[in-house]
């Protein structure tokens, strides 16, 4: 019986964990089409980070 009781509690608290990560899916927007001549999302991002690399002061190695 005590089995029956510990497989009860494991299976409620699986239940209860795995609940908003699948409310959180069921709710997400697909992503939307990038236009023709736009970059893409993560080409954004990289862009930005060399363009702030590219900023430290006293870097005189990398030519801009």
Do not use: F, N
């Not at 239940?15 to 409310?23: E, H, K, M, S």
């Not at 959180?24 to 991002?45: I, L, N, S």
Request: hydrophobic share 35%.
């Amino acid at each position: 019986m005590g089995g029956v009781i510990l497989l009860g509690i494991v299976v409620l608290l699986v239940a209860i964990l795995v609940t908003p990560a699948l409310r959180a899916r069921r709710e997400q927007k697909p992503p939307t089409p990038v236009e023709p001549g736009q970059d893409e999302p993560h080409e954004v991002v990289v862009h930005r980070l060399d363009d702030h690399r590219g900023k430290k002061p006293g870097d005189e190695s990398k030519p801009s």
